[in-house]
Structure formats: C-alpha cells, structure tokens
C-alpha cells in the first residue's frame, strides 16, 4: 500500500469532497421537481469498489442519505455479481426500499468508476422523484398495507450498459408516474450529475495517480475510525436506555414502542434497538438498512465534526431485531419511514442525555406532517398541493432551542406561502409561531408553528395528512420538559373535527370556505425549569410565545418581579 | 473649479482614497486608517490628504461597510412592523432552514421583536383581488403602539402585495401621516416580488439600516459641504452601480454588499484594459478569500444573500462566494492527524502570532513569515516595529509541527499548502457553478494578501495568468471612480407565456425605465450613454428554479415598444438550451418575474495614466533567502512601483510596495505591462 503523507491527504479530502458537492450541485440545478431542487432531497457521493461503504459524500445533500447510500451500492454489487458482472459505462437504477431503505419515492442510480480498465470506486446519485405511482399522488400513503398501494416498485436493473441507455427502461418509468415531464427531468439531472462525476475523477486521479487516491481513500477510512474511537473514548463507560412510541401505525390505533439501549465500552459502542414493536401492517415499518443508516445520522448530529465516510461506524455496533418494524420484510409498506427513523433518533439523544447531557440537544418536534390538498379546478385540471411542515428544536445546554427549524434527518427549507397560494386554491389564514408549545426548562425548546389553511376553489377539496406525535410528546432532556403534542383539526359544517388516528387521515372532504388548521409540536426543554433566568421568562411572556398561565406553572411566579 | 472625482473606500482597518484629476489625467491614493465609530473623520482626513480646496471637487462615491456592519452587529434601529393578519411570525420563522446541517443547536433572534410585529385586518389573494380592504384605523392605532414602544422605523408587510399592493399603499400613506421621520418601508416599495419571507425580510431590514444609514451619510454630506464641496455625494450599490446619497438613505439596504462590490468593479475594468476579458477575482484579507468571477468584461449578479442566519436581503448583488481563508486564519491538526485551516480566525486583531497582540496559534501570515516570503522588518500597514519570527516559528511547531511528525518548516510549508488548496477550491467552483472552465480565466488577485498566493493559484488549478493591479490595496477605492450608475427593479408577473398580457408587461417596463430614467437626470453627473435592459424569469411549469431571460426591447423617444410572445418564446428558448443543453418537448413556459436595469455611463479614465514613468532598469533593492518546497532560495527584493514598463523579472522574488508582497515564485515569472500590472506566468511565457 502506497503512504500518504498529511498534506497530500488534507488536499485529497478536500478535492473528493468537492466532486461530491459538485454533483449535488449539477442536479439541484437541472431538477424538474422542487422536492430536489428546493428542499435538496437528494445526495451524491463515492462509494468502495468492493464493500459499498461510504467514502465521500456531498455536504449539501439530505442528512439520512450519508448513511443509506452505501446499502444502494451494495445492492447493486449483489446484483451485478448475479447479472454475470459490470462493465465499464454500466448504469443500475432502482427505487426498492427494502434493498435500498428509505421509500420507493427515491430514485437510485449507481455506477461504476472503472481506471485503467480496473474498477476503482462506485458513483451514485439518489433523488425524491414527485410521484411514483401508487394510490396516493406523492405516495404518503398513510392506510397502505403493502409496497404496491404506495408505489411502482422497481429493483436495481441496468439502465445503461457499456454507456448505451436503454430506453425501455425509461419508458416503464414514465408510464408509471403521474408526472412524466417531471420524472424525465429529475433522471435526467441525475444522469448528469453522475457523468460529471466521472469526469472530475478522471481529472483527479491524473493529478495524482490512482495509487495515491486509493491511499488517500483508506487512509480517510482509518482516520474518521480513529476520530470516532477517541470521542468515544473521552465519554463514560455504561448503558443507557430510553423508550418512546409511534401513536399508531395508520390502521390501528395503537401505540409502536421504540427502544434503545446505548452502551460504551471504552473506544466502542452499541445502539441496541431489541424491544422495539414488531412488523406491523401500517407504512411506519423500514428496512434495515435505513435503520442503520439512521444510526449512523444520530450519531452525526452528536458528533457534528466527525467526517460523512463510513469508518465513523466501525466502533459501532448496531443491533436490530429480527422480525421487528425496524427490519420490515419485503412487502411490507414504508412510505412513512421518516415518522419512524425521527422517533429512533429522538430515542439514541434521549439514551445519550443520560450518558453525556451536554453532547446532545433536546428532542425536535419528530414529525414531517406531510400534507396534501388535492382537487379539481373548476376547468376540470387536477391540482395537489404537497409540502411538509415545521416544528420547534430541542433545547441545548448553550440555548433555547429553534423555532420553527427543519426537521433533523432533512435540510429542506418550506415552500414559500405566497408560492403555494400563487399555485393552488389555498389561502393561508395563519402562518404562524404555536405559543406554549415549546418544552420548558432552563432553556426552552423551540416554538412550533401553526398553519391554517383555507379551500378557496368552489369545488372544494381533500386533505391527506401523514403525521405523528399526536399521542405522545417530544421529550425534554436533563430534567427538562417535555414539548407539545401535534394537533390536527378540519372543519365540518360549523365546527372543528379531529382524525381518529391523531394525526394520519385520508380523504378528508372540505367545501369551499372550510380549512384545516395544523398545530405543530415544540421541542423539549434542557436542563430544570428552575434554572431558568426570569428575565428569559418574562421576555417569553411578553412576547406572547408562553402565556402568563403557563409561565406561572412552569416556573412559579418570581418571573413577574423582572422586566426583560 | 470642479475637476476631481473621488472613490473612497472604508474597510475595517483602513479608509482608501483615490483621486482622479479629469483635467488632466492623472491620479493619486491615499491610504488612512479608519476611524471609529464615525467613519467620517478618517474619510475627510483622507482626502484632504490630496485636495486642499474641497470646491475642486466634482463627485465624491463612497463604497461603505457602513450597512453590512450594522446588520452584522446588530446595530440597526428598533424597528416595528405592521402586518397581515395571521403574518406576524414569518419574519422568525424564515423558510424553516436552521443554521447548521449537523448537530441541531442553535437559536434565532429577529431583528425585530415579536412585541412590535402588530398585525392588521387585511387580505389581498395571490391572483390580486382584494378579499379585505385594510383596517386603516387599526394602522394608526398599531403605528401609535409602536412609536410608544419606541420604535424609529417601521415597515408594511403584507401578504401577496406584489400582486396588487393596493393595501400596502393605504397603508403606507397613513403611516407616513402618523410618523415622525421618513424611516418607513413598505414590501412593495421595496421588492415587489414573489415569496413573503424574502419580501418581508428584505423590507424589514431596510427600515432597520434607514436611521443609522442616513444618519451616517447625512453627516458625511454636512462634514463635506462645510468644507466647501459643492458636488455630488454618491453611494456604491451591492449590484456594483452607484447611486445617489438620497436614494442609499431610502433603500440602505442596497449598500449590505456595497464595500466588495466596488472592488470587483474595478478588477473587471483593470483586467478588460489589460487584454483580459474572462477573470476570476481573490480578495484575500484577514478572515476570508473572497472569489468572484468576470466573464466577458461581465461581473456575475446574484439575486439575493444571507448577511447572516435568517438575514436575507433579496437585491441584485455582485456574486462573491467567500471562504474562511484568510491571512489570519488558524492552522490546527486534529484528532484524526489532519491539518485543517479555519474556519477560526485571529482576524486582524488580535492577528498572527507575529504581531505580538495575544493570540498563539499559527495563522496563515505566520507560515508566510516563517518562510520569509514576508519581511519581518517592514510589516505592511505601518502600524507594528517589527515581527516576532521565533514566536510564529514556535507556534507553528506547538500545534502543526509536534502533533503531525513534520519540522517547523515542513509544517509551515504545510500550512500554505493546505490553505492554497482550499482556496483553489473556491477558484474551481465559481467556475462551475457557472458552467465556465476556470483554465480559460485569468486570476487576479487584490487586497493586502492575495498577491502571496498567485503563483500557487496558478499552480493548483492550471490558470495560465495571474494579473497584479498595480494598486492592488486600492481596488476599491478606484472602483467608486469606475462604477455606473445603475437602478435595479423587479415585478413579478406570475404568467404563462400563452396567457401573456403584453401590453402590461410593456407597462410594467415603462414604469421601470421612467423611474431609473428620472433618477439620472435627478443627477449632477454627466452620462457617457445610457444603457436599459430586461430579464424574464422564465421555467417551464413544474420547476422551481428559473433562467434569467434577456429581452431584447426597443424605444422610441423613451416610450417602450411591447414585446409579443413569439418573441418572448425565442428567448427563453435559447437561453434554456444555453444552460440545460435542450428543450423539454410540450414544455408549458411560464413567466415569473420581469427585471429591469437602467444604467447612466459614466465617463472613464485611461489607466494608462497611472502607468509607470520609471526609465532605470530594475534592479533589487535587497536580497532575502525565501523557502519554497525544500530549500532556502536566494531571492531578489524589487520596489514594485519603480520597475519601468516591459520588466521581465524571474522568480525567485519578492516585489514590495507599501501595501502589498507579491510573490514570483521559482519556475514563474512577472512581467511588468504597459499599465503597470504585473503579469505572472510560467517562465518563458505561457504555453
């Protein structure tokens, strides 16, 4: 094996990095959906010849898919070894959850890097196509029982061989979208992104040789390892454990445990999720490896430093059970895996707290609220208006928690209102802080938001809601409390009606004039509310974020002695 | 006699003057530091510096950090809000983004308070009909509330009012009535735009600069027409125009960028006199490298920025992507044994190691001194004796050399490297991001320390030619002189190109060429020519992002002749196929937004003026032994502005003026152009 000397590889890191970022930055460009183009539900990176793990991934890509791409990869190797091999040009495409994790909304594309005639790294591209067919347009499918009511499922296949493209290939997909235009646009940007990836590599690797890149690549390997065995090192010796639900799993109403019991052991540790519920019939269930994956991003966000490159992960084992919703087997539904992976991550925090209170923050709101408005216009067009929602963030020992953040696995930002009434029948009556959302403490989670939504066309419309946290709230850290619930109410006639199911409801009829109104959770508090500076309290009251009522509860009333 | 125009510049440490004398041709700079907190009397010092009879000038245009420091700091004025009914919270609540990827910590402070965000009955729809009239009397009251909250500055915020900002302007005009200053903003006004948070945001900071804005050029006029002059103020835009003082104290807003802005103008103007038509500026000052890029003599608008988590200002801005490598940046191994530089930085206060000021970890411009590629003797800026060497040297050792096994200057050379690449990183995505091969750009350097790293730039990314201005400290001072004046606006049109009323659009047009039309001529300052263009936003239906359209549009005695949509069509088709490489077939196209610019020329100068006059053949003042790679070199120290024209010197050497070190390093060489740029490339010339 080549050395490599620290330099050398600090500029590889950078340049590796950089060709990541670039293809990220190539399809975000070209990309027909908004999903992609504004929310960035998509990633790129460089994956090992031989194992799949996750060398090198783009910044600006979504958080779960540091983790979940290797799986991809790995697919692919599966399944060219059984296809009789690869070859140079060679493209897989395919969009099954239970091979790749996440949902069957995103569209994977893989392909070889061949040097010199010898396979050297693997490419991909992973994007959030707009619709997929299924039952539901955008496929939030909240009753589905199996893959086939959320989606066409599609296994990794070659979409290119020797760099010819087949068409045939292309011409299933369109036939199976409701969106072709946009299908075609969205594949097409991940195209590009990888042939410019190819080609950055080639320049690359000119540069300094494949001997060395391959060095620096190893070398990259060991070193987010030791990285991640010395943080590890500076924590306690123990296990911890922490529990929370899912309220139900959108056909029974009745709560999912999620269980993790966390334990370091000098520079190693395990995230067991034994305890967690069994492969229920509802859409909350996911793969494993989108469990594992979602590991690894918890582990991210509590070591924000540590590189995205899969020798993070080496000093950690994680266990999942057999049989449970969180190694779900082909075919059952996972179009509402993001309900499930946040729940996870909010268990790994609150397991950490205890272990090291000031290396994690408090947990975030933990539902994407993914809520459709669909109906006819009035000249017979069809229009559905699909956006996620935001919540408050987790308190930290530095300070109160964000309002209205994104939520942890993503980096989306929301559509704009004014982009959203200019598009679809809707007026927004409030958009807008929830007060006394927010989970107390000495710092406070962030506030969540409340939107009320009105049908303004005269044909009215149907509201689609895929949410959680209805039944069970984001929790507070080191003695902090606990954040609001998610609130979902549609109007009837002349009054307010709530979903049987919390928050996940179909076919919800509104006349013109009629709304729905989401109330979404705040984050948990850090740290005693007793600590709280009275000054911070009384700010919060007068800027009507918490009421006099609950300032008096949550901290006694010594507040109404200050000004802020 | 007016027959001076002045371009001053205020930075962070010192204020740069330069003066053009259109008589006869000649220029001259000066350079002093900048005074705090009113920057005023450092701007004044400066030019008396060079102008006795403050009468003898004709044009004064200021490029300010006066309103990115304001916003930076937070020290803008208490500001209330009046807005739609159901609104008050979308300035706090942004676009739902959070301030880092990783991690999950931090807050967000507005900066206006929930407590003076009042909203109002009213409801304009997205399609512009009117679903409540505004409660005028709920204005007054709100207004009232908010001067008893003491608020300076307010502004109107409501939903849709780009759409119809009927409304709005009831009312503003109310709120203008009850007010006592003219530090009002309404959204409309403002940007008549599409997307409430950047609207609202960009509003709501306006008001927020207008009292310290005004106040600061308000006294600056005072100070300068005490003093005699009888010209005219101006101020550089963010956009790279300028614009006069009355039109910064209402959109101050305009000036977030207007500092660098200039600088870019100025390096696009040197480099088109020089022969160079496609540049990628780096500004390298204490904390960062800021790139920009010039294609075809063009600087590269961006339509909005963030000053600062959730700070968005959406106007036309010169596009500078910066990163955090600057000369006071700190090198430092991690755990995982790789060297890292930055994000951390010493800044300029307390600075390197060698400056002695308290900080003891390794910068940039200590590496750069270890290895002697800076003089310790005669440190730029003229405000330390000398530089601590031995404890750069230790340093660098405590914290680079030890923890990666490497020798003091090993680890030094280390340093620069890694710097020089990240850099160069920044050179190659600006390049494509654009769709540009950064090879067939020249790099230029300006600022006090890009000049350092040229020769690696070179190196790093294959750019054949790095061209110094000869007053590279100065870029932006000069770029005042430069810069046209330029009036930017938008309207959202929100249209399919099949449903097009090109009769409004050619209204919207009108509007936006008399306005910019009227503010020229509102001016004292003669026009060369002057220059109107329009963009479309444009996609087809279903994306989101859209391609900047340019309109070819012909008037006639200033009245504009509509645009039909065949036309509109052709348009966008080109430039979609330009970006994207094809057409989307039975792609619905689909018009979002319509920008307009209006720019008056303004005169220029011949830098040729400003070449050298020096006949001696060159000839090293010093000799200094420099480390590159490996070794100690003997190189040859030149005073930079004494070499006559056509010099050829070969690397290794220094060339020193009193604001900048450029370095040639072995293997390149600079050649002295007939303007007094340095030119460096390969030894030989390039290929």
């Known amino acids: 094996m080549t050395e490599i000397d620290p330099i050398t590889l600090s500029v590889l890191a950078g340049r590796m990095e950089q060709i990541a970022d670039e293809m990220d930055a190539t399809l975000f460009r070209a990309a027909f959906n908004p999903i992609i183009a504004e929310a960035h539900d998509a990633s790129h990176g460089l994956y090992h010849a031989a194992t799949g793990d996750t060398l090198v991934q783009g910044k600006s890509g979504l958080p779960i898919f540091v983790g979940v791409m290797s799986f991809a990869v790995q697919a692919v190797i599966e399944k060219a070894a059984k296809d009789g091999g690869l070859a140079d040009g060679d493209i897989y495409i395919f969009n099954d959850a239970h091979i790749g994790g996440t949902h069957l909304s995103d569209m994977r594309l893989v392909r070889p890097y061949y040097r010199d005639g010898k396979l050297f790294c693997y490419l991909a591209s992973v994007g959030h196509w707009h619709d997929v067919g299924g039952a539901v347009p955008g496929n939030y499918n909240p009753a589905a029982t199996d893959v086939f009511q959320e989606a066409f499922v599609l296994p990794p296949v070659k979409l290119a061989r020797g760099g010819e493209v087949n068409q045939d290939i292309i011409d299933i997909l369109l036939r199976n979208t409701r969106l072709p235009q946009s299908a075609l646009g969205d594949l097409n940007g991940q195209l590009g992104a990888l042939d410019l990836g190819i080609k950055r590599m080639d320049e690359l690797l000119d540069d300094y040789g494949a001997e060395t890149v391959s060095a620096a690549l190893d070398a990259l390997g060991h070193r987010a390892e030791s990285l991640m065995r010395s943080e590890l090192q500076e924590l306690p010796d123990g296990r911890w454990e922490a529990e929370d639900f899912l309220d139900n799993d959108g056909i029974t109403d009745k709560p999912l445990p999620i269980k993790v019991a966390l334990e370091i052991a000098n520079d190693k540790m395990t995230l067991d999720f034994t305890g967690s519920a069994a492969q229920c019939a509802g859409p909350v269930n996911i793969a494993l490896p989108t469990s594992v994956a979602t590991a690894y991003v918890a582990v991210k966000h509590i070591f924000p430093a540590l590189p995205a490159n899969a020798g993070v992960m080496r000093p950690i084992n994680v266990i999942v059970p057999e049989g449970s919703m969180l190694s779900a087997k082909f075919p059952a539904p996972t179009g509402g895996y993001t309900e499930t992976i946040l729940r996870m991550i909010d268990v790994v925090f609150s397991a950490f707290a205890k272990a090291a209170p000031t290396r994690v923050v408090a947990n975030a709101y933990g539902t994407i609220n993914a809520l459709s408005i669909a109906g006819k216009r009035s000249n017979g067009q069809p229009w559905v208006m699909f956006s996620f929602y935001g919540g408050g963030h987790g308190g930290s020992v530095e300070t109160d928690g964000l309002n209205h953040g994104n939520a942890p696995i993503s980096t989306a930002t929301i559509p704009p209102m004014e982009i959203l009434e200019a598009a679809y029948p809707v007026m927004f009556r409030t958009w807008g802080l929830r007060p006394d959302s927010a989970g107390h403490g000495a710092h406070r989670g962030g506030v969540g938001a409340v939107y009320e939504i009105e049908v303004l066309e005269e044909n009215g419309a149907e509201a689609f809601l895929f949410g959680e946290r209805g039944r069970f709230a984001p929790k507070g850290i080191a003695d902090g409390a606990d954040g609001a619930m998610n609130l979902f109410a549609y109007q009837q006639d002349d009054s307010w009606m709530t979903p049987p199911l919390a928050s996940k409801m179909r076919g919800i009829k509104l006349r013109q004039g009629q709304a729905v109104r989401l109330e979404t959770p705040g984050g948990g508090g850090y740290g005693p509310q007793a600590e709280r500076a009275r000054e911070a309290i009384a700010r919060d009251v007068q800027r009507g974020l918490v009421s006099e009522k609950a300032a008096d509860q949550a901290y006694g009333t010594a507040w109404r002695e200050v000004t802020s | ?687």
């Open chain 2, 1 to 687: 006699m007016s027959k001076h125009i002045i371009g001053v510049d205020v930075g962070g440490t010192f204020t740069d003057v330069f003066v053009l004398n259109e008589e006869t041709g000649t220029a001259s700079v000066a350079k002093v530091p900048t005074t705090r907190p009113d920057q005023s009397g450092g701007f004044l010092d400066g030019i008396r510096r060079e102008i006795q009879d403050l009468s003898e000038i004709s044009v004064v245009v200021h490029g300010t950090t006066a309103g990115t420091n304001a916003l930076l700091e937070r020290k803008g004025a208490k500001t209330g809000v009046i807005c739609t009914e159901g609104l008050r919270d979308v300035l706090e609540m942004r676009r739902r983004d959070r301030p880092r990827t990783w991690g999950l910590r931090g807050d967000f402070e507005p900066i206006v308070d929930r407590r003076n965000r009042l909203e109002v009955p009213e409801r304009t729809l997205a399609d512009g009909s009117i679903r409540s009239e505004v409660d005028l009397n709920a204005v007054r009251s709100a207004a009232e509330q908010l001067l008893e909250d003491g608020c300076e500055a307010a502004a109107i915020l409501f939903a849709n009012a780009y759409a119809n900002p009927a409304n709005e302007a009831a009312a503003v005009a109310v709120l203008r009535d009850i007010w006592p200053n003219a530090h009002v903003s309404a959204s409309h006004e403002i940007l008549p735009e599409i997307r409430e948070f950047e609207r609202f945001s960009t509003t709501a900071l306006n008001a927020y600069l207008q009292p310290e804005i005004s106040g600061y050029l308000g006294r600056l006029e005072t100070a300068l027409r005490s003093d005699g002059f009888e010209g005219e103020l101006m101020i550089v835009q963010s956009n790279g125009g300028v614009m006069a003082v009355d039109t910064a104290c209402k959109m101050p807003v305009r000036t977030a960028l207007s500092g660098p802005a200039a600088g870019v103008i100025a390096a696009g103007y040197i480099a088109g006199s020089a022969g160079f038509e496609n540049i990628i500026t780096g500004d390298m000052g204490g904390t960062s490298f800021d790139v920009s890029l010039i294609h075809e003599g063009q600087s590269i608008l961006s339509p909005q920025t963030s000053i600062d988590f959730g700070m968005v200002v959406r106007t036309p801005m010169i596009e500078i992507t910066t990163i955090g490598a600057g000369g006071g940046s700190i090198a430092w191994a991690d755990k995982g044994g790789l060297l890292n530089i930055g994000p951390e930085s010493a800044g300029s206060h307390p600075g390197p190691v060698a400056y002695g000021l308290g900080n003891d970890r390794p910068t940039v411009t200590d590496a750069n001194i270890v290895l002697g590629r800076i003089d310790p003797e005669n440190p730029i800026g003229g405000k330390l004796d000398r530089l601590d060497v031995e404890a750069a040297s230790k340093a660098i050792d405590i914290h680079v050399g030890t923890p990666l096994g490497l020798s003091t200057l090993e680890a030094a050379e280390a340093i620069l490297t890694v710097a020089n690449s990240r850099m160069a990183g920044a050179i190659r995505l600006v390049g494509i991001e654009r769709g540009f091969d950064p090879k067939r750009f020249a790099f230029m350097p300006f600022g006090g320390g890009g000049a350092l790293h040229a020769g690696a730039m070179l190196i790093e990314t294959g750019i054949e030619r790095a061209i110094v201005p000869r007053y590279p400290g100065v870029t932006s001072a000069m770029g005042c002189v430069i810069a046209d004046m330029r009036q930017d606006f938008v309207q959202t049109i929100n249209t399919l190109v099949s449903t097009l009323d090109e009769v409004t659009l050619a209204a919207f047009m009108q509007s936006h060429v008399d306005q910019g039309i009227a503010l020229l001529e509102a001016s004292k300052t003669k026009f060369d020519s002057r220059e109107l263009s329009f963009e479309l936003d444009m996609a087809y239906i279903g994306q989101t992002h859209t391609v900047p359209v340019l309109i070819q549009i012909e008037t006639v005695d200033g009245k504009v002749i509509p645009p039909n949509k065949l036309q509109v069509e052709a348009a966008f088709d080109a430039a979609y196929r330009a970006t994207f490489g094809r057409l989307l077939n039975n792609g619905v196209r689909r018009i979002l937004n319509l920008r307009s610019a209006v720019t008056g020329k303004r005169p220029k100068f011949d830098l040729a003026t400003l070449a050298p006059t020096s006949k001696t053949a060159a000839k090293p003042i010093a000799m200094r032994k420099v480390h590159f790679g490996t070794d100690w070199h003997d190189t040859a120290i030149y005073d930079r502005l004494g070499l006559p024209i056509n010099t050829l010197i070969k690397g290794p050497a220094i060339l020193t003026q009193p604001d900048t070190t450029v370095l040639i390093e072995p293997n390149l060489q600079g050649r002295v152009d007939s303007f007094g740029n340095t030119i460096i490339e390969k030894q030989g010339g390039a290929s």
